[in-house]
């Protein structure tokens, strides 16, 4: 049987999940939501017919025979789609507490599942751990922070550290390459809330002029250092280092697909036998932010399947769950 599988939010990386998902066996795209609609057929949506309703009228509302256009999209199906095993939560988080609130519209849903998020800031993560409690009482298994950063290279850091008896340092450095902004408008506008003279607010109130001109400014290249990234709580968590040992930055390049550097995460520690040492963890370059993040989010779900299969409900994290491979 397949893992029927929902996607919210159907931009940059929502319709790059739902491309990945084509050529799955083990998993079904049966339900999609955007700002304006939503889509769902039990046995499966046409991928290539959703992202051509997306793109040609603006939501997957529109596309035939499975579309209803909503402007309570979300609301609406979960209440139409009951039979959805997980969803993968590609929703912007503007405002900071957005992806925490369409978690507590599932809990109060009644439906049972899992879900996926590849959320980003420190202070959205902790909105969701203090959902746990709710979470497991309504009988969800939620994985958080399950993108690339945090995410892969956050449990690779929690892989690293098992060779250390004391962890000293976590640095991730992402580099991302996009042909162009538009594709991917929320993690652009999340990227530059953690510029200098920037916040959640000013970038979400930013209009698309508003920002093609910041970027003409910058030749199209944001430069990020120290950013409030969840991978340190996410390590704190698990008592792998302080939170302040972890630092977080990247050069995201909006006009050039070519990564303007290799994504990596150094960790270094000490040995039980007091040799100081760095384990480094790199992605090829050809790799994708998209295959990066997607891919993890889906291998978060199967996992976060199995958790829910085995009745074990609640908040789960990227750096406490080995994410499993789908078939
Ligand atoms: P996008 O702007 O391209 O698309 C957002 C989508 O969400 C659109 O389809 C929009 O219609 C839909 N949406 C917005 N509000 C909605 C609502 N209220 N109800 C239903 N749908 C709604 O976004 P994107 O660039 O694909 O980014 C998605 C998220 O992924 C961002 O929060 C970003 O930070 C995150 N992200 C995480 C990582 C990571 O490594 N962890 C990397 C990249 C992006």
Redesign the pocket.
């Known amino acids: 049987m397949t893992i029927k599988v929902g996607i919210?939010?159907?931009?940059?990386?929502?319709q790059a999940a739902a491309k990945l998902l084509a050529g799955k066996q083990e998993m079904t795209l049966v339900a999609i939501?955007?700002?304006?609609g939503y889509a769902y057929s039990s046995s499966g949506l046409n991928v290539s017919a959703a992202i051509a309703a997306?793109q040609a009228k603006g939501?997957v509302g529109h596309l035939e025979s499975y579309g209803t256009a909503s402007q309570d999209?979300?609301a609406n199906l979960i209440a139409t789609a009951r039979d959805v095993d997980g969803y993968f939560l590609?929703?912007?988080?503007?405002p900071n507490t957005?992806m925490a609130s369409v978690a507590r519209q599932f809990i109060q849903s009644g439906w049972q599942g899992v879900l996926v998020d590849?959320?980003?800031r420190t202070s959205a993560v902790e909105q969701l751990i203090d959902l746990s409690g709710d979470l497991a009482a309504h009988r969800i298994t939620y994985m958080t922070?399950c993108?690339?950063?945090?995410?892969l290279l956050t449990a690779a850091a929690s892989i690293a550290a098992q060779s250390f008896a004391e962890v000293h340092s976590v640095e991730i450095t992402f580099g991302v390459g996009i042909a162009n902004w538009a594709?991917?408008?929320?993690?652009?506008r999340?990227d530059i809330a953690h510029m200098p003279g920037y916040s959640v607010e000013t970038a979400q109130a930013m209009t698309d002029a508003e920002v093609e001109a910041l970027l003409e400014k910058t030749n199209g290249i944001i430069t990020l250092e120290n950013m409030e990234h969840a991978d340190d709580i996410l390590l704190e968590r698990l008592g792998i280092c302080d939170r302040s040992r972890v630092t977080v930055g990247g050069v995201v390049d909006t006009r050039n697909p070519k990564k303007p550097l290799s994504t990596n995460m150094k960790l270094t520690g000490r040995t039980f036998e007091g040799k100081i040492s760095t384990h480094t963890f790199t992605l090829g370059d050809e790799t994708s932010?998209a295959a990066?993040?997607c891919g993890s989010a889906f291998g978060y779900l199967k996992a976060g399947k199995m958790l829910h299969q085995r009745h074990i409900h609640g908040l789960f994290t990227s750096a406490e769950v080995m994410p499993l491979f789908v078939r």
Do not use: C, H, Q, W
């Open positions: 919210l939010g159907f931009g940059g990386l929502g939501a955007d700002r304006d997306y939501s999209s979300i590609a929703l912007p988080n503007l957005f590849a959320i980003k922070g993108g690339a950063t945090p995410g594709a991917y408008r929320a993690t652009i999340e932010m990066n993040v």
